[in-house]
């Protein structure tokens, strides 16, 4: 029963493979997190907001 004990404890101390799983995850976040910021950029009000700034910017004279 000892045995069965310690390796099971063994087993789930084991940490191979959690670098991996960490990039993954890491990734996966990173892929969400893009994807979010691209629909709030290309939203109606972002885009007129920042054609205006542009719009603004480039009508104005030094003076």
Do not use: H, Q
Not at 35 to 59: F, P, Q, R
């Amino acid at each position: 029963m000892y045995r069965i004990y310690i390796s099971l404890t063994e087993r789930l101390r084991n940490d191979d493979g959690m670098s991996t799983i960490e990039y993954a995850f890491g990734s996966l976040a990173a892929a969400a997190l893009a994807g979010v910021l691209y629909l709030v950029v290309n939203g109606d009000g972002v885009v007129s907001a920042i054609e205006g700034v542009i719009t603004d910017a480039l009508s104005n004279t030094p003076g």
